[in-house]
């Protein structure tokens, strides 16, 4: 290997900000500089096999770091390995990476109980303000908190009924060597299944269209002016809306869970809620928030004995 991991690594990275959102650049030299480099650092020539990777894994592990955070860390490294073949830093290896068998997997969306959703939306329909219109988007839209935050009173065409998802706001912290970033930047939704159309309940329409027609098109829905409300304080003021209410305590993202729970629930197509989601595939809808009950397991297994004794 004619080249350090350091090196290779600083290579990518002036190489891959060119290709990529200023978002995913940040959230890539977090991982790099907070979990690989400390562990891949050294100065000299080190091969990188199949056994250092298992021990940064188990390292990441050992520090309680979740098996998102593991994953995310695991992808950047593969993507400076492979970076380094290209170059001809170090030959081409397969890893078989395995996870520790402690690592919790259950993916179960954490969602409002039905009893808090109906204080929250009692709560809204007789406090009307710009963030708790928000809050009601979410929780007949499913957006992602970016997502609200960067909805503009122009997003909402109330003529067809659709809102227009083509955009997301959020803080971007960078710190790389000299270079330090701190700003809020709107940009494009997380994938491109994340740019989508999705239809206004005839409950939101009620709301919505009398207020589309006296709104300033270009002014930011919850904060009702040509700046978005940062992400991190619409989050505290869910969190204080709770608290208030005496609700249970639930992140903001599970307004976006609870939608997509209750569709379920109502049986509606599982396709159609994934795009309704933008969710980059169908999987991740089925993973998220598909989960039969006992009761329906027993129907499944009861059907299929009948059609045995046939």
């Known amino acids: 290997m004619s080249q350090s991991f350091i090196q ?4 990518w990275k002036t190489d891959k900000r060119q290709w990529i959102k200023p978002s995913t650049y940040a959230e890539y030299v ?7 480099l400390p562990f891949f650092s050294k100065p000299e020539a080190v091969p990188i096999t199949e056994d250092t990777v298992q021990q940064f894994v188990h390292h990441l592990r050992a520090k309680g770091l979740s098996l998102h955070t593991i994953r995310d860390s695991l992808m950047v490294l593969r993507m400076i390995l492979k970076f380094g073949v290209k170059r001809g830093a170090w030959p081409h290896q397969e890893f078989n990476v395995h996870f520790p068998n402690d690592v919790k997997t259950n993916r179960n969306a954490p969602v409002i109980p039905p009893s808090d959703q109906k204080v929250l ?18 929780l007949h839209t499913g957006l992602r908190i970016g997502e609200v935050c960067a909805l503009q009173w122009q ?11 083509t955009k997301t706001v959020q803080r971007l912290w960078l710190s790389d060597g000299e270079e330090k970033v701190n700003s809020l930047i709107i940009h494009s939704p997380k994938t491109a299944t994340s740019t989508r159309d999705i239809p206004i309940s005839k409950h939101l329409m009620k709301l919505v269209r009398p207020l589309r027609k006296v709104m300033d098109p ?3 829905v919850i904060s009702n002016s040509r700046k978005p409300l940062e992400p991190r304080y619409y989050r505290d003021y869910f969190h204080r809306l709770q608290k208030q209410l005496g609700l249970q305590p639930v992140r903001f993202h599970a ?17 159609t809620v994934s795009v309704i989601l933008g969710h980059a595939s169908l999987a991740t ?26």
């Open 155 to 165: 997003d909402l065409d109330i003529e067809n009924g659709v809102v227009h998802i």
């Open 121 to 138: 939306l009692e709560y809204i329909q007789r406090n009307f303000s710009f963030r708790n219109l928000g809050i009601l988007i979410c």
């Open 8 to 11: 290779v690594a600083t290579l």
């Open 285 to 310: 809808t089925m993973d998220l928030y598909v989960h039969p009950d006992f009761a329906e397991k027993k129907k499944v297994i009861e059907k299929m004995t009948r059609m045995l004794r046939m």
């Open 218 to 220: 270009a002014a930011y």
């Open 30 to 36: 977090y991982h790099l500089n907070k979990h690989i």
């Open 255 to 271: 307004l976006r869970h609870s939608f997509a729970t209750r569709c379920i629930e109502s049986k509606c197509d599982y396709k």
